[in-house]
Antibody
Framework: EVQLMETGGGLVQPGGSLRLSCAASGFTFSNYWMRWVRQAPGKGLEWVANIKEDGSEKYYVDSVRGRITISRDNAENSLYLQMNSLRVEDTAVYYC???????????WGQGTLVTVSS | QSALTQPHSVSGSPGQSVAISCTGT?????????VSWYQQHPGKAPKLMIYDVTKRPSGVPDRFSGSKSGNTASLTISGLQAEDEADYYCSSFAGGFGGGTKLTVL
């Protein structure tokens, strides 16, 4: 059974940092692109970043580029999102999702809430 | 602002059929047969319901179907049931997500 479990969310002040983790199980993690998607309170889904199977390619939405870094550890079956210089507008539930190809998100984690507030 | 346009809300009575549209451009929905649809209940993670425009993952009822014409894709839910009440999002290769549609079962 494919499972994705995010951890690391919480309350952080503007300008602060947070590192999200996503533990994957039930599939060969190193065979898939992985993505982070966020959802601000009461809003829709927004793709944040994605990473190639071997970590050699990474892409970001413009609003986070330079502040947020996606990475993965295939030996640990884990996906990460290092978030720096956080802004109030980064407040959202962050989901990790498996990309089965052509931006099809076939499995999602339960999400972790990041709140940026003073 | 989302790249793909969906109606804000749709509604239907139990047993009826409803369709949710997703309009993109000739650079995303119109060019690729990689449109997917997601169902999200309040407080829950999204769930894949349709992929590659018309395909259903294992376990998704055949009441859910997808189609595409030109730059517009559609999700049709037939035989509406109370548990279908949720938010629905489309996504297209190179197009991102739609803004979401709230389905109300009357």
């Amino acid at each position: 059974e494919v499972q994705l479990m995010e951890t690391g969310g919480g309350l952080v002040q503007p300008g602060g940092s947070l590192r999200l983790s996503c533990a994957a199980s039930g599939f060969t993690f190193s065979n898939y692109w992985m993505r982070w998607v966020r959802q601000a309170p009461g809003k829709g889904l927004e793709w944040v970043a994605n990473i190639k199977e071997d970590g050699s390619e990474k892409y970001y939405v413009d609003s986070v580029r330079g502040r947020i870094t996606i990475s993965r550890d295939n030996a640990e079956n884990s996906l990460y999102l290092q978030m720096n210089s956080l802004r109030v507008e980064d407040t959202a539930v962050y989901y990790c999702a498996r990309d089965s190809g052509y931006e099809t998100y076939d499995y999602w984690g339960q999400g972790t809430l990041v709140t940026v507030s003073s | 602002q989302s790249a793909l346009t969906q109606p804000h809300s749709v509604s239907g009575s139990p047993g009826q059929s409803v369709a949710i549209s997703c309009t993109g451009t000739s650079n995303d929905v119109g060019r690729y047969n990689y449109v997917s649809w997601y169902q999200q209940h309040p407080g829950k993670a999204p769930k894949l319901m349709i992929y590659d425009v018309t395909k259903r993952p294992s376990g998704v009822p055949d009441r859910f179907s997808g189609s595409k014409s030109g730059n517009t894709a559609s999700l049709t839910i037939s035989g509406l049931q109370a548990e279908d009440e949720a938010d629905y999002y489309c996504s297209s290769f190179a197009g991102g997500f739609g803004g979401g549609t709230k389905l109300t079962v009357l």
